[in-house]
C-alpha cells in the first residue's frame, strides 16, 4: 500500500512534525502515515528520536510545528490540543520500556483502574474483560498478585493486558523488550505477534531485528530525527538503498 | 558545699501521678496540632509543585516563614502577639494546637512535595496513556504511592512535634513539662520529676514508632 492512495484513511498522519529540546533538534520534518491493521516497525540508533517519535502520536511529548492526527483527532503543536489530547489517549494504548505498572494495585486492579474511570465499565464488565486479556498473554494465575511480584516477562505481558483492556484502535510500543532479561524477551514477542496476527495496528520501537523482520509490513529507519528510510522489512534489511541505514544494520546485525 | 547526690527513687515514682493529668494534654496539642499541620501540608505542599506561579509563590513564603523562624516565637506570637490585634485574648490550648499545626504544616508541605515528587515519571505516563486524565491520574496512581512514601517523614515530624509542646510550658498550658515544674515547686526534686517527665514522652514517642513501623510494614504489601 502506498501513501498517497490511502492518505485519507490513514489512523496515524504525521506532517512535517518537528521537536526541538532547547537547541537540540529532536525531530526533523516527520512525515508518517500508518493505515489501520498495519505493524510498523522503528529502528535506529540510540537518541535517533525514534522514542521520542511515536510518544509525539499519544501526545507524551509536545511538538513545535507540524501536524499531527490520531483516528480523525488533530493534535496541535506545544501541547494544547486538550480535548483531542484526551480523545487519543483513550483510543491509544502504550507499552513501556520500563512497563510501569501501578505498583500499589494487584494485578487485576491494574488492568480494571483504566477501563472504570475513564470508560465508565461497571466493576463486573471491567474484571471480566481483566480476567479475559491476562488469560490471553499467560498469566490468569496471577491476578492477585502484585506487579513486584512478578518476573520482568510478566509484568510486561501485564502491562500489554492493562493497555488491551481499553480495547484501543492503535498501540504503541517502545522498546517492550529492552528492560528484559534475555529469556524473558520470547515470551513477550509472542504475545506482540499474537496480537499482529490479530490485526491490530501497532508501532513499535526496538531494537529487535529478527522480531522485526518477522512481523513488521514496514521498517522505518531513523536516523538522527529523520526518517533516512522506510520500505518492507526485506527490502531494509537484505538491501537498504540508504548509506546511513546500511551502515547502522552492519552494526547491530553483525552479532 | 556538699556534692553528694543521692537520687531519690520514691521521690521519682511518687511524682508520677502529679505528672500524669500533663499527658493528655500534651497528646491533644501534638495530635490537634498535627491534624491540622496535616491537612495545611498537604495543600502547601501540592501549592509548591504546582505549574501555577501564583500558587507556588504564597506556599514558599508560608514554608519559609514557619520552617525558618523558631517555634517558640511563634507560639508567643500568637499567644501574646496575636490578642493586640484580636482584642481579645486567646487561650494557651489554642495557641499550642495553633503553632503545632502552622509549624509541622510547613514541614510536612515539604514532606507531601517530597512524596509526590519521588514517584516515578513513568507512573504519570502509564496513565495519561491509558486515557487517565491529570486528576485522576493524580488521585488513583500518584498519590496513593506517595502518601505510603510520606509515613517515614511524617512519623518523623509528629514525633518532633510531641517534644515541640514541651515548650508551651512558657504559656502555662497544663502539659508535661508543665506538670512537672509545678511539682517540682514543691518538692524540689527536679533531677527525679525531670527523668520521669523525659521517661512519659520517650513512653508516647516509643509508642508511636511502633506504630509507625507497623502501618509501615503493612503500607510495604505490593510495593
Same mark, same amino acid.
Given at each position: ?8 484513511t ?6 512535517k ?9 529532536v525531530?526533523?520534518?516527520?512525515? #508518517?502515515?500508518v493505515?489501520?491493521? =498495519? ?5 535506529g540508533?540510540?537518541g ?17 510545528s ?7 483527532n ?8 486538550? %480535548? ?6 483513550? =483510543?491509544?494504548?502504550?507499552?513501556f ?10 494485578? %487485576?486492579?491494574n ?9 465508565g ?5 471491567a ?7 491476562l ?6 494465575d ?5 506487579p ?7 509484568q510486561q505481558?501485564?502491562?500489554?493486558? %492493562? ?6 484502535? #492503535?498501540?504503541?510500543f517502545?522498546e ?10 520470547g ?10 496476527r490479530?490485526g491490530?495496528t501497532m508501532i513499535?520501537?526496538?531494537? =529487535?531485528?529478527?522480531f ?10 531513523v ?9 518492507a ?5 537484505d538491501?537498504?538503498t540508504?548509506?546511513?541505514? %546500511?551502515?547502522?544494520?552492519?552494526r547491530?546485525?553483525?552479532? | 558545699?556538699?556534692v553528694t ?7 521519682a515514682?511518687s ?12 497528646l491533644?496539642?501534638s495530635?490537634?496540632?498535627?491534624? !491540622?499541620?496535616?491537612?495545611?501540608g ?27 523562624t523558631?517555634?517558640?516565637?511563634q507560639?508567643?506570637?500568637?499567644f501574646?502577639?496575636?490578642? @493586640? ?11 499550642? !494546637? ?18 509526590v @515528587?519521588?514517584?516515578?515519571?513513568? @507512573?504519570r505516563?502509564a ?8 486528576t485522576?491520574a493524580?488521585?488513583y ?12 517523614p511524617?512519623?518523623? @515530624?509528629a ?6 509542646t ?11 513539662v ?5 511539682y ?18 520517650l513512653?508516647?514517642?516509643w ?14 504489601v505490593?510495593?
Amino acid at each position: 500500500m502506498t501513501q498517497n492512495e490511502n492518505t485519507t484513511t490513514a489512523i496515524v498522519r504525521m506532517e512535517k512534525v518537528n521537536k526541538h529540546f532547547g537547541s537540540l533538534h529532536v525531530l526533523k520534518d516527520i512525515d #508518517l502515515a500508518v493505515m489501520p491493521g =498495519e505493524v510498523v516497525v522503528i529502528i535506529g540508533a540510540s537518541g535517533s528520536g525514534k522514542s521520542t517519535l511515536i510518544r509525539c502520536i499519544n501526545g507524551l511529548e509536545e511538538f513545535q510545528s507540524g501536524h499531527i492526527e490520531v483516528d480523525g483527532n488533530e493534535l496541535t503543536p506545544h501541547g494544547k490540543s486538550g %480535548r483531542a489530547l484526551q480523545k487519543i489517549r483513550t =483510543e491509544v494504548g502504550m507499552v513501556f520500556q520500563q512497563f510501569n505498572l501501578f505498583p500499589h494495585l494487584s494485578v %487485576r486492579d491494574n488492568v480494571t483502574l483504566a477501563p472504570m474511570k475513564v470508560r465508565g465499565w461497571s466493576q463486573e464488565d471491567a474484571m471480566e474483560t481483566a480476567e479475559r486479556l491476562l488469560e490471553r498473554v499467560g498469566i490468569s494465575d496471577q491476578a492477585d498478585k502484585y506487579p513486584t511480584q512478578l518476573s520482568g516477562g510478566q509484568q510486561q505481558r501485564v502491562a500489554l493486558a %492493562r493497555a488491551l483492556a481499553m480495547e484501543p484502535r #492503535l498501540m504503541l510500543f517502545d522498546e517492550p523488550t529492552s528492560a528484559l532479561d534475555p529469556e524473558m524477551i520470547g515470551e513477550v514477542l509472542d504475545a506482540m505477534r499474537e496480537l499482529a496476527r490479530e490485526g491490530m495496528t501497532m508501532i513499535i520501537v526496538t531494537h =529487535e531485528m529478527g522480531f522485526a523482520r518477522e512481523v513488521a509490513d514496514r521498517v522505518i529507519y531513523v536516523h538522527q530525527g529523520e526518517i533516512a528510510e522506510e520500505a518492507a522489512p526485506e527490502t531494509i534489511f537484505d538491501s537498504p538503498t540508504d548509506e546511513r541505514t %546500511r551502515s547502522f544494520l552492519s552494526r547491530v546485525l553483525k552479532h | 558545699m556538699d556534692v553528694t547526690f543521692q537520687f531519690d527513687w520514691a521521690a521519682a515514682f511518687s511524682s508520677i501521678p502529679h505528672l500524669l493529668p500533663g499527658v493528655p494534654w500534651t497528646l491533644l496539642i501534638s495530635f490537634g496540632g498535627l491534624a !491540622i499541620g496535616f491537612v495545611i501540608g498537604i495543600i502547601f505542599g501540592l501549592m509548591r509543585i504546582s505549574p501555577l506561579f501564583w500558587l507556588r509563590l504564597p506556599a514558599i513564603f508560608y514554608i519559609e516563614v514557619f520552617r525558618g523562624t523558631p517555634i517558640l516565637v511563634q507560639v508567643l506570637f500568637i499567644f501574646y502577639g496575636l490578642p @493586640q490585634i484580636l482584642g481579645e485574648p486567646i487561650n494557651a490550648l489554642t495557641a499550642g !494546637i495553633a503553632a503545632i499545626a502552622v509549624n509541622s504544616g510547613a514541614y510536612i508541605s515539604e514532606v507531601v512535595r517530597g512524596g509526590v @515528587q519521588s514517584i516515578e515519571r513513568g @507512573q504519570r505516563e502509564a496513565s495519561l496513556s491509558l486515557g487517565l486524565s491529570r486528576t485522576q491520574a493524580f488521585r488513583y496512581v500518584i498519590w496513593p504511592q506517595a502518601l505510603r512514601r510520606m509515613i517515614p517523614p511524617l512519623g518523623n @515530624q509528629a514525633i518532633i512535634s510531641i517534644k515541640d509542646t514541651s515548650l508551651f510550658s512558657v504559656i502555662g498550658v497544663g502539659e508535661l513539662v508543665r506538670q512537672g515544674q509545678i511539682y517540682i515547686a514543691t518538692t524540689f526534686t527536679a533531677m527525679e520529676v525531670y527523668l520521669m517527665v523525659a521517661m512519659l514522652y520517650l513512653a508516647i514517642t516509643w509508642t508511636l514508632s511502633i506504630l509507625l513501623r507497623q502501618l509501615e510494614r503493612r503500607g510495604l504489601v505490593g510495593q
